[in-house]
C-alpha cells in the first residue's frame, strides 16, 4: 500500500442450514416482520442493527448487515480477529455456531491513504476492456464515487474520508481517527461486492463465513 492500509470483510449474507440440534434462540431479538414465504425479520441490536431471518419450516437462519458497522459503528477499518469477536457475540446470542454458515454474497474492501488526491484516482480509472464491467456514474458524484457492475460482481471507489465526514458525527469521528483515520490525509476506498462468490473465488463451490478470515483466503481478496 502507498501508505496507510486497511483490509477488512464489511457487508455479508449467509445462510446456515440448521440441524436437530440446532436451536436458535431469538428472545433477545426485535421480531420487525413475518412474511408468508416462511421467514420471519428479526433486528439484533447493535451499534447499527443486524439483521436475523429465520424459516422455522425449512430449518435456516440467515444473517444479513455489515459485522463492522454493527461491532463498531463505522467500517473504516475492521481486522480479522473483531470480525471473529463479533461473530462469537452473535453466536452467543443466538446459541448457534455460524461459522459454517454459507456465504451468499460479501463485500471486501480496501482503505488506502494515497499522496494524490482520490478525485483523481476515480475520475482515471477505468474498467479493463472485455471484462463485462458497465460503469454507472452520477453527475452529482462529481469524482467522489464511481461504480462498476456485472452480474456476479460489483466494484466501488470513493473518497473514504468525505463519505466519513458526511455520514459520521463527530463522536465516531474521533473514534475512528483513533483506529488510524486522519482527517488532513487523502483516504481512497476500493470495495469488491461478491454476488456470487463460489463462482468467482471457488469453482463453484460454497464458501462458509469461516472461510472470510481464514488467512489465504485473505490473500486472495487482495
Known amino acids: 500500500c502507498p501508505l496507510n492500509c486497511f483490509k477488512m470483510i464489511d457487508y455479508l449474507e449467509a445462510t446456515k442450514q440448521l440441524q436437530g440440534k440446532d436451536k436458535p434462540f431469538l428472545?433477545?431479538?426485535?421480531?420487525?416482520?413475518?412474511y408468508q414465504s416462511g421467514w420471519n425479520k428479526y433486528l439484533l441490536n447493535g451499534c447499527k442493527s443486524l439483521e436475523i431471518l429465520h424459516?422455522?419450516?425449512a430449518s435456516l437462519i440467515r444473517i444479513k448487515g455489515s459485522l463492522a458497522y454493527f461491532y463498531q459503528g463505522h467500517n473504516f477499518s475492521f481486522t480479522?480477529?473483531?470480525?471473529?469477536?463479533?461473530?462469537?457475540?452473535?453466536?452467543?446470542?443466538?446459541?448457534?455456531?455460524?461459522?459454517d454458515a454459507l456465504v451468499d454474497l460479501f463485500e471486501f474492501?480496501?482503505?488506502l491513504?494515497?499522496?494524490?488526491?482520490?478525485?483523481?484516482f476515480i475520475l482515471n480509472h477505468r474498467e479493463r476492456p472485455k471484462s463485462g464491467l458497465l460503469l454507472y456514474e452520477n453527475p452529482k458524484d462529481r469524482g467522489n464515487f464511481r461504480r462498476w457492475e456485472a452480474p456476479e460482481i460489483?466494484?466501488?471507489?470513493?473518497?473514504?474520508?468525505?463519505?466519513?465526514?458526511q455520514k459520521q458525527d463527530k463522536e465516531m469521528q474521533e473514534l475512528i481517527q483513533a483506529g488510524g483515520w486522519n482527517p488532513k490525509g487523502s483516504h481512497l476506498k476500493?470495495?469488491?461486492?461478491?454476488?456470487?462468490p463460489e463462482a468467482l473465488l471457488n469453482k463453484g463451490r460454497g464458501m462458509m463465513l469461516a472461510d472470510l478470515v481464514n488467512p489465504n483466503w485473505s490473500q486472495t481478496f487482495r
Open 27 to 34: 428472545g433477545h431479538l426485535h421480531q420487525e416482520a413475518a
Open 55 to 57: 424459516n422455522k419450516p
Open 80 to 99: 480479522n480477529r473483531q470480525f471473529v469477536e463479533a461473530m462469537n457475540y452473535i453466536n452467543d446470542i443466538l446459541h448457534l455456531n455460524n461459522f
Open 109 to 111: 474492501g480496501q482503505i
Open 113 to 120: 491513504e494515497v499522496e494524490d488526491l482520490p478525485r483523481n
Open 154 to 165: 460489483r466494484l466501488k471507489m470513493y473518497d473514504a474520508g468525505k463519505n466519513i465526514q
Open 190 to 196: 476500493f470495495e469488491a461486492h461478491y454476488k456470487k
